[in-house]
């Protein structure tokens, strides 16, 4: 194996993209199989519908399978990749060159061990719109320095202490991805993203820079975690959208509904006259910003408006229950639905509360339900399932799922 | 979780005395922790509860012999969905009156009742031993493999009749004044005409019974069916006790 000159400074290389792709419309996504991604070996998710929630204990893999629907949207987007994949568990801040190479390693199942020093993770999908599933091929090779994370890499290496293979530097504990600073780039592997028959090539650095790469995603998609509603500039845009899809009157109205105080939803600029702000008017005349409010309110306005914001595209939303009171949860999930189906999102979300399910199901199917008996059953609830030795889904649509409650009780979250 | 199918409210009057006497209390249906959708206005399940380590223990009145067949179909049938092991009934007692059948026909019966598909179970209707079955899950891939325990008891144990017949012989065999009651109650009840009251010979059956048990316990007379029933010390009546020694195998130790 040919030795790297550890101190050799190298530049980003910036890789010229073959082709774009284009985004394009492909439809929902139908199925999905994972193969070596994180906690998978290999995983099928088959008859995907356009909600699609997913249950499990912890560590069961809800999580990963939201990132790995994202990594495969995402195609040969590697920034996307890089920032909202595997490193977006630490929100996007690292120690340092090793915690951002041991984030790297563990986008790939532990028990795959490299081929010829290859980790690789592969994610096909069909989807509504292709006749072909589309085939992401990721494949990271990684250079000397990161070898001491993996013994399977460095047993046969003989080489320089490990402060030594890399760039000396100062520490730079917390320091953001985004931000990279004067941390002197430091070479520590190759990407070979392949999606279908169209592969690029990049160099690996830390702090990551890939240079100007400008490559269509398959899909769009959108992750919401828990605390993406406590971003203001995304509620700007998303109080823009709204009111240029002449959305705002019916959004204020559902709000109003089930957060009676509020009156108006309204963007007022600051005093310098630059920025802006979303605020809310009440009943009693005050007007306050949406920041100020609790989770419940700010993150209805948050995922449903991202829904007419980011159309036609891929919502990845972690515990979709999370913050909304019990009384707020069938509206909430009828609104979800009716904004799904109008705006062709498709929504992959995961969760822990039964009782968000059940107001959920029983809003869509129960009596004087969204979904009547003739519509085409969009929901799927997915349970992760890590009880024997493989992890085994439990697949249900929302209208078995909605019957498996209400007459057996079972408890979907296993 | 254990569930036994009865015929009806006799039987499971009779098991839920016994339950008692292994230390389970009734449970309201509504600390159940699953759910058995029981339709029928006949049909009624009873909870019982020892300790949190103990398993539940369900009775399911399932109205009649011929609804056994859907009644363990619907729990298997719950089994197979249900994703918490725990909460999956691995030993399933069917109940039920001998009458006239021979053991082939109840195994004919048994064989003719839907079952989930990939269920196998040798000799599923064999009165008396433990059968022991497997089938896998549904809505799950890749399936999981489901096992359990089926025990079928038909009463009485090795004679044609049924519950009331049994209890009755099982009194007389106690003791000579015992006997003298029964048989003494057998005869009025026999001498009756058949109208209005005594229309099917079930009924005559179960009214032999409840003279018997009116003369043995007359403090009861008023009382319900059920009291009466479980006024009587069955636990140390030796042929009853011996056909409920399953309790043994489900339940363990006996604290």
Known sequence: MTKKNPRKKKQPKKSAPTKNNTAGDNGMYQSISIENFKCFKRIDLKNLGLINIFFGPNNSGKTSVLEAVFAHAAGANIYAFDGQV????????????????????????????????????????????????????????????????????????????PEQKFIPGPNYPGQPLSHPGIVPPQKIGAWEIKVNDKTDRYDAYFPPNYGNVNRNPLKMVYVTDILSHRDTISEVKIYGQLKRSNLIGEFTSELTKYFQEIREIDLIPRPDGIASSVYIGLDNEKKLPLSSFGDGLRRWF??????????????????????????????????LYHYSKEFKNQIFATSHSIEFVDSFLKSLFGPNGAITDSDEDPIRIFTLDRSTDDIGIWALSGREAYDQRTQYNIDLRK | MIIILCEGTTDAILIGYFLTKYNYAYSKEKDSPVKIPTPKRNEEINWYKKTDSDPWIAIWTVGGFDRLGNGLFKILSRN?????????????ILFCDRDQRSEQEFQDLAASWEKPPEFECEKMAATGSWSKYKMTSINRTPAEEMSGELLFVAIPPDAKGNLETFLLEALANENENDRHIVEMSKKYINEIPDTPYLTKNRFREKAQLG???????????????????????????????SVFHFFDDIIPANK
């Open chain 2, 211 to 241: 003279v018997a048990l009116s003369t043995f316990s007359p403090d009861w007379v008023f009382s319900e069916t059920d009291k009466r029933l479980t006024n009587v010390d069955w636990k140390n009546v030796s042929d009853v006790n």
């Open chain 1, 302 to 335: 948050h995922v449903l408006g991202n829904f007419v914001l980011y159309k036609n595209a891929i919502h990845c939303i972690e515990e979709i229950d999370a913050t909304f009171h019990p009384e707020v949860q069938a509206p909430f999930a009828k609104r």
């Open chain 2, 80 to 92: 197979q969905i249900e994703r918490n092991k725990s909460r999956r009934f691995t030993r399933i």
């Open chain 1, 86 to 161: 595997f490193n977006k568990r630490k929100n996007n801040i690292t120690s340092g060159l090793y915690d951002y190479g041991e984030n790297i390693f563990n986008m790939f199942n532990v028990f795959n061990n490299p081929v010829d020093g290859k980790y690789q993770f592969k994610i096909s999908a069909k989807l509504e719109n292709n006749t072909k599933k589309q085939i992401l091929l990721n494949t990271f090779t990684p250079d000397y320095v990161l070898y001491d994370l993996k013994t399977e890499l460095s047993k046969n290496i003989v080489g320089p202490a």
